[in-house]
């Protein structure tokens, strides 16, 4: 079946250190994206990456980084930089072409 | 700067009722809108994509409708059933010379069918 994996579905960090997202499609899609959400807020846009060896800063991306090695991976990075990383963390991608955003299931961070 | 505003922020209707969602976006110069169902706890799940030069959509018991000159989209749930309980979510792609697919996000309509 084709879709996007998100792991691990839980995820607890202590203060100060740094955590890794993973996020795995085999939509054959070029494009894909993070979003952090937030209790009565909206999804917000951290990174993006429209090809491998490319990505882009978003709308909330200091605290994160990313890389995009491979077509199917692109892997989010939560530093000790960020403030306030408690959040729901959602990977997407998207066909170039047809332009619908599909979504993995999510990882939910928590800072103890 | 585009924003999106999904109102109501929570609905409760009788099992079998017909319903409407609202979506209003401040910018028309959007690519399409798109509609989505969030489970509690779950990722979220595409519902229907309207192109900007078409007025709507359907998809059995749902029907987007998109109006960009009046920044307006509606989401019609036919005979409502307790299993579409959910939050539903629009989000507006930007219009932007490139591919880049970004999407502003409303922050969602929670709605409870009432069996």
């Known amino acids: 079946d084709g879709g996007i994996t998100q792991s691990p579905k839980y995820l607890f960090r202590k203060e100060g250190q740094n955590v890794t997202l993973s996020c795995e499609q085999n939509l054959n899609h070029d494009a894909m994206y993070w979003y952090r959400q937030d209790p009565g807020q909206g999804l917000r846009l951290i990174y993006y990456s429209q090809i491998v060896n490319d990505f882009q800063k978003g709308d909330i991306a200091e605290g994160y980084s990313v890389s995009r090695e491979k077509k199917e991976s692109f892997p989010l990075t939560v530093t000790s930089a960020q403030k306030n990383p408690t959040a729901f963390y959602l990977c997407?991608?998207?066909?170039?072409?047809?332009?619908?955003?599909?979504f993995g299931p999510g990882t939910r961070l928590t800072v103890l | 700067k585009q924003e999106v505003t999904q109102i109501p922020a929570a609905l409760s209707v009788p099992e079998g009722e017909n319903l409407v969602l609202n979506c209003s976006f401040t910018?028309?110069?959007?690519?399409?809108l798109q509609w989505f169902r969030q489970d509690p706890g779950k990722g979220l799940t595409s519902l229907l994509l309207?192109?900007?030069?078409?007025r709507e959509q359907t998809s059995g018991r749902l029907n987007a409708s998109l109006d960009k000159s009046s920044g307006r989209s509606t989401l019609y749930i036919a005979a409502s059933q307790p299993g579409d309980s959910a939050t539903y979510l629009c989000?507006?792609?930007?219009?932007?010379?490139?591919?880049?697919?970004?999407?502003?996000f409303g922050t969602g309509t929670l709605l409870a069918v009432q069996p």
């Open positions: 997407a991608s998207t066909n170039r072409y047809y332009n619908e955003q599909f």
């Open positions: 309207i192109q900007s030069s078409q």
């Open positions: 910018d028309s110069a959007i690519y399409n």
């Open positions: 989000a507006v792609e930007r219009l932007s010379g490139g591919a880049t697919n970004k999407l502003i």
